[in-house]
């Protein structure tokens, strides 16, 4: 399935290819897993459950797994990710246990091995498509929804693959994987005399990235070919009159254009986004400003003048979305109410924090945008990558497609600014906090990080600051490590609410934090679970007390410390971010540093290294399409 320069598919050809190969891709078998991935990832669609009703999957697998001496521990996971016939899949084809999260190349060939005995064979094309989609999977893990044909190839021949073409192949024939041509970029050598032409490189991509980019350039594209502006020149001259010169171009650009970038500090933001929504409902415009979680939409509300009295919707993204409890669906995926067939009621829909949208989260937002609409996207300057594969907002700005209003810099406010507009500008320095605003403490390794996190969470911020464990949030890299989210987790929950974990590892009183959007909440929303049984977990969340299926609590993890790519977006009034030697960039270091409001306590245990960070910027480069596709 290859774009050529010859024929390049219409929006027709295009949908009716997506439709098709996302029938296909629900089941695929290699989707990334919400827990140990960077961003959220719904489950593949489950096959039918067997006619034995639901206990039959369970017992049929784990009677498997004990067959073919595969742990036991792993089962729940296999079943969430294949659905009530895990078993009979598995048996169809033992190479599918590559999708389950955590499964190595080696362990699928043992297993194989087990199952099929002398039948389970190295060139075996079920193993081959196994491979691509794994790699592939590997590949979105660090953000890349593409990946060069002559990469996988390599790599398939690193594993014994005897036939590599014949293995892209065969995940091409699943429709599990699209095979994509590039253009090549022409330099000044491409024209001289004599030179040979670049010839077209093949990517290869999962397809449901490489579809979702392919939605979300043709839903901006439909937006800035459908839209006009929203009030004449004299009322918008009306709007104008008084404002700084940045922000009036930033209210023409909202009010002018389909879509545009707004880039500014977090409160110089805040503040504009008030302006401009405020603004446009005083001339009868339905406008609603998006936020990521509801706890920062919450605080969002408080800077909107009158809030929906003037007009003005501020929710999380996820609720303007309107979630379904849609028991079709796949294990932890969420299915959203507005789409393509039932767009925003809205003329103007303004995006905070937009640059943590990956791109499946960007194509549906941009089809539930109806012909007309304005869309404004927010970001912060240097602000990361999503938590998930490919950079909508990075490439959509180099497309040069639509028009990027910078504010002006303002002078950064107390000891937390100086330090976070330095950090951002490639400078890790002292700053002078009388008030303890900003504390740093060393460590000497990552053990010693944790017991200092937890001295700090539980005694000296609440004693000293007056500021309560629950207003505290403890941010790391990553999840993974001696020192990430997962071992924090572990420590403070010994120290604040120690149990056994009797709901799926939780305990009432436990923090938690959406590692997966959930119907109920979205990445990054924090609760507290209240009570747990049969029926699910219950949690009280910002937006209220929800109950979280069986199936679904695996998108759920302990929440007292969470990555920096979860808490993005939600500033809280205290936060410890724990820093060791790996996961490190100005865009991450910036982000964690201005989430706290009121105080923020600095575990340093990366030495040099956070410094050299800071001052060398550099989140890893990202291999996307989105910018070209946005441009043709």
Known sequence: MTDTPDHTPTPAERKARAEA??????????????????????????????????????????????????????????????????????????????????????????????????????????????????????????????????????????????????AVDAALDEAEVLSLTEEPEFDEEAFEEGAEPPEPEETLGPARWALAEEAAAEGFQRLTLTAAPLLDDAALKGLRDGL???????????????V???????????????????????????TAVAAPTDRAAADLAAAVPGGAAEGVAVTSLHRLLEPLEDTSAAPGAVVYGRGEQRPFDLDLLIVADAAALDVELCAVLAEACPDGAHLVLCREPGAPPPAGPGRPLHDL???????????????????????????????????????????????????????????????????????????????????GGDAGAGALNAALKARLNPGPGAFGGMDPGDRVVVAAPLPQAPLGETGVVTGGGPHGLEVGFPGGAAVVAPADASRLRHGWAVPVALARGTRRPAVVAVLGADGLSRPLVATAFGLARRHLSVVQAAGPALARAVREDGAPARRTRLARLVAQ
């Open 397 to 479: 700005e180099a497309s040069e497609t639509v028009p990027v209003v910078a504010l002006d810099p303002e002078p950064p406010s107390g000891p937390l600014g100086v330090l976070t507009e330095a950090v951002r500008g490639g400078e890790l320095t002292a700053v002078d906090a009388p008030g303890r605003e900003v504390v740093i403490v060393p460590a000497e390794d990552a053990g010693e990080a944790v017991h200092r996190a937890v001295q700090l969470v539980t005694d000296s911020i609440p004693r000293a600051l007056g500021i309560p464990v629950e207003d505290v949030q403890v941010v790391a890299p990553a999840a």
């Open 244 to 258: 700084p010169e940045d922000r009036s171009l930033a209210l023409t650009a909202a009010l002018r254009t389909g």
């Open 21 to 166: 190969a996302m029938r296909a891709a629900e089941a695929a078998a290699g989707a990334l897993d919400g827990r140990d991935a960077p961003g959220p990832a719904p489950e593949p669609a489950p096959p039918p459950e067997p006619a034995g009703g639901p206990e039959e999957g369970p017992r049929a697998l784990g009677g498997l797994f004990a067959e073919t001496g595969v742990p036991a521990a792993l089962a729940p996971r296999a079943a969430a990710r294949l659905g009530p016939g895990a078993a009979g899949r598995l048996r169809e084809d033992p190479w599918r246990l590559l999708s389950v999260p955590g499964v190595r190349p080696g362990q699928a060939d043992h297993f194989a091995r087990a199952l099929l005995g002398e039948d389970a064979r190295a060139g075996d094309p079920r193993r081959g498509g196994a491979l691509v989609l794994h790699l592939l999977t590997e590949a979105a893990r660090q953000g890349h929804t593409v990946t060069p044909a002559a990469e996988v190839l390599s790599a398939l021949e690193r594993l014994g693959f005897p036939d590599p073409r014949g």
């Open 260 to 286: 545009s970038i707004l880039c500014g500090a977090p409160d110089g933001l805040a503040r504009t986004i008030a302006g401009i929504a405020s603004a446009a409902a005083s001339q009868g415009l339905r």
